[in-house]
């Protein structure tokens, strides 16, 4: 205990053989002298005897060895150096030529991405291209009556007054037909069936043999007429042409069902007829 | 005189002979080296201070060529290998300049 350093004071201890204690950075750095030699000095002077020859033989024997390590070392470091350097220099150059190449690849990257904005901005172009294409070829379907359409509209229903003219009764005839159909586009009806034929630009409405015949399909009455169209006004639109009077007169005079009936939605096929046979567009082969 | 002609015999027979190392022990040849060189320059203070004893600088050879290598070979097995041949390799700097520096103050007296 008494070996301890005393920590009241931080007094250096003293050790049994009298040094002063000091600080091992020190100690490396004062102490560079084995202290075995001293020792061994001492005892000799007191026996005064000189150290056996097997132990200069020993000491011969591990410088021997020394200068074997030491050029050992030497060797090998010598031997490793090229190796070493070489392996550098291949470093090196896996480095640079992977940075060509990366170079490389960040140049095709930047032109690829430049692509992919070209060919992005020109896909937003078709795409609107195509939705006004879409939108422009609906309309037209509605118009040449290509396209069945539903929406709100009006359904007129004739029939005939199930008796014979001649007893003042009435056969609804083509040519009533024909202006009750052109009295409805003059009332504002963007599509009109009759019968559930579409009628278009080729439509025609004749009288053939005893019935009417739409599209060169026999119809039997009663017939119902379908148009799209504004169903508040198109009824009163209808009346107030020229045909809408006569058909009133119709009803009046000879017992003629006609019904003008507004509907929130009617549905209307389309005519599958979607080729012209004879007329071809100017410029087109 | 002697001991001189061992050390270059020693250096010759190490550069013509090139005799194979273990690979196992290789690493640890610079630093033995290192350790073999601060007792022979421990000793050669001790010759020069008139205290050299064969079989002390025997003893300190071979024990400061095991420690250091045996350091080593113990921080390799911690993962402190190169920290600790660091440390082997400052304290025995210090230790072999001091000698050194005591070896100039004997040939030089200065």
Do not use: C
């Amino acid at each position: 205990m008494s070996d301890k350093p005393d920590l009241s004071t931080g007094e250096p201890r003293s050790d049994s053989s009298g040094d002063a204690y000091v600080g091992l950075l020190t100690q490396i750095m004062t102490q560079t002298l084995d202290q075995d030699y001293l020792d061994v000095a001492q005892r000799r002077e007191s026996s005064s005897g000189d150290s056996p020859p097997r132990w200069q033989v020993g000491a011969v024997a591990v410088l021997l060895l020394f200068g074997l390590m030491l050029g050992l070392a030497a060797l090998n470091t010598a031997q490793e150096k090229p190796v070493v350097a070489a392996e550098r220099a291949e470093l090196i150059e896996q480095i640079e030529s992977n940075q060509g190449k990366l170079d490389n690849q960040q140049a095709t990257l930047a032109s690829l991405s430049d692509e992919v904005t070209k060919l992005q901005q020109l896909l937003a172009a078709n795409v609107a291209d195509d939705r006004l294409l879409t939108n422009q070829l609906t309309s037209l379907g509605i118009d040449a009556g290509t396209l069945a359409v539903t929406g709100p509209g009006v359904e007129v229903t004739v029939d005939d007054s199930g008796y014979s003219v001649g007893e003042s009764g009435g056969v609804i005839l083509d040519s009533d037909l024909q202006l009750l159909v052109n009295a409805l586009w003059q009332a504002g009806a963007e599509a009109i069936a009759v019968d559930e034929h579409r009628m278009t630009t080729l439509t025609a409405i004749r009288f053939a043999g005893e019935a009417i015949t739409v599209d060169y399909r026999s119809l039997t009455p009663p017939y119902i007429i379908e148009a799209t169209g504004d169903p508040d006004t198109m009824p009163a639109r209808l009346l107030e042409t020229r045909a809408g009077q006569a058909w009133l007169d119709l009803e009046a005079n000879f017992d003629i069902q006609f019904e003008v009936v507004a509907k929130d939605k009617v549905s209307i096929p389309g005519d599958a007829r979607d080729n012209l046979l004879y007329a071809e567009a100017k410029g087109a082969s | 005189m002697i001991a001189v002609f061992g050390l270059v015999l020693g250096v010759l027979a190490g550069l013509w002979l090139e005799p194979s190392i273990p690979a196992a022990l290789q690493p640890y040849l610079p630093i033995a080296v290192v350790a073999a060189l601060d007792a022979v320059f421990g000793g050669l203070r001790a010759h020069l201070d008139g205290i050299f004893d064969d079989k002390v600088f025997v003893i300190s050879f071979v024990s400061n060529v095991l420690i250091a290598a045996l350091i080593v070979y113990l921080g390799d097995q911690l993962g402190v290998g190169g920290q600790l041949s660091t440390g082997v390799i400052v304290v025995l700097g210090i230790r072999i300049f001091s000698n050194v520096a005591a070896i100039r103050r004997h040939v030089f007296h200065a």
